[in-house]
């Protein structure tokens, strides 16, 4: 038996429906504050997790983030986005065009590892290289995100039943 978005009750499409408005709501906010933090340049990556006290012309001074600061942040996404990308990769896969890209459902996870690990890797060992594999990541996660999320309500939204 093969289950379609498009053929669901109208009272759980609809629940669908609100949840994915809300999530991307959610999600972009918080690239809105990335923006805020980073001005989505490498170095404001560098300069929100290691700090930019040397720099006496910043606009505002930055400090490096201590081990606890930098655990509950990576801790807090990873929990909080693998859930998310769940419950979107589910529905998701409920898509006709989920068949042809099944990755797509997968990418958001492998970037969200890139991305905090990098996060990691760049405060613990100051390896400033590693700011384009969190930029990298975190677009390749962000696009498949939205990606899905327009597919998905592509067939909730849709009049077939």
Same mark, same amino acid.
């Given at each position: 038996?093969?289950?379609?978005?498009?053929?669901?009750?109208?009272?759980?499409?609809?629940?669908?429906?609100?949840?994915?408005?809300?999530?991307?709501?959610?999600?972009?906010?918080?690239?809105?504050?990335?923006?805020?933090?980073?001005?989505?340049?490498?170095?404001?990556?560098?300069?929100?997790?290691?700090?930019?006290?040397?720099?006496?012309?910043?606009?505002?001074?930055?400090?490096?983030?201590?081990?606890?600061?930098?655990?509950?942040?990576?801790?807090?996404? !990873?929990?909080?986005?693998?859930? &998310? +990308? *769940?419950?979107? #990769?589910? @529905?998701?896969? =409920?898509?006709?065009?989920?068949?042809?890209?099944?990755?797509?459902? !997968?990418?958001?996870?492998?970037? &969200? +590892? *890139?991305?905090? #690990?990098? @996060?990691?890797? =760049?405060?613990?060992?100051?390896?400033?290289?590693?700011?384009?594999?969190?930029?990298?990541?975190?677009?390749?996660?962000?696009?498949?995100?939205? @990606?899905?999320?327009?597919?998905?309500?592509?067939?909730?939204?849709?009049?077939?039943?």
């Amino acid at each position: 038996m093969e289950i379609s978005l498009s053929q669901m009750p109208k009272q759980i499409k609809n629940v669908l429906t609100a949840f994915i408005f809300t999530a991307t709501i959610g999600f972009s906010i918080g690239l809105f504050f990335i923006n805020h933090t980073t001005h989505f340049k490498v170095k404001g990556i560098e300069q929100n997790y290691l700090g930019n006290e040397e720099d006496e012309t910043a606009d505002e001074m930055l400090f490096r983030k201590s081990e606890r600061e930098i655990l509950t942040t990576i801790h807090n996404h !990873i929990t909080s986005m693998s859930l &998310l +990308f *769940l419950a979107v #990769g589910l @529905i998701f896969a =409920l898509t006709p065009i989920a068949k042809r890209y099944k990755w797509l459902a !997968i990418e958001p996870f492998v970037s &969200l +590892f *890139l991305t905090f #690990g990098s @996060i990691y890797f =760049l405060w613990k060992f100051e390896w400033k290289w590693i700011s384009y594999v969190t930029m990298i990541s975190g677009i390749a996660m962000s696009t498949s995100f939205y @990606i899905m999320v327009y597919f998905s309500l592509q067939s909730l939204l849709s009049k077939k039943r």
